[in-house]
């Protein structure tokens, strides 16, 4: 099997609340955020993610 070698990053994210004007931009915060504001508020809220990945077989 070949060996692979694999980096992968958050570089991006983004939380928008679809019930109230709350939104997050931090890209490393705004996935826990997003969660903390839908559990305590009851909102619905999007979060779009951007992960960066390297396949490196050297
Ligand atoms: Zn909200």
Same mark, same amino acid.
């Given at each position: 099997?070949?060996?692979?070698?694999?980096?992968?990053?958050?570089?991006?994210?983004?939380?928008?609340?679809? #019930?109230? #004007?709350? *939104?997050?931009? *931090?890209?490393?915060?705004?996935?826990?955020?997003?969660?903390?504001?839908?559990?305590?508020? *009851?909102?619905?809220? #999007?979060?779009?993610? *951007?992960?960066?990945?390297?396949?490196?077989?050297?």
């Amino acid at each position: 099997m070949e060996k692979k070698r694999v980096r992968r990053a958050l570089i991006h994210a983004i939380a928008q609340c679809q #019930d109230c #004007d709350w *939104g997050e931009e *931090g890209y490393k915060v705004a996935q826990k955020k997003a969660r903390g504001h839908a559990i305590k508020t *009851g909102h619905t809220v #999007d979060v779009e993610t *951007g992960y960066w990945h390297q396949y490196n077989p050297k």
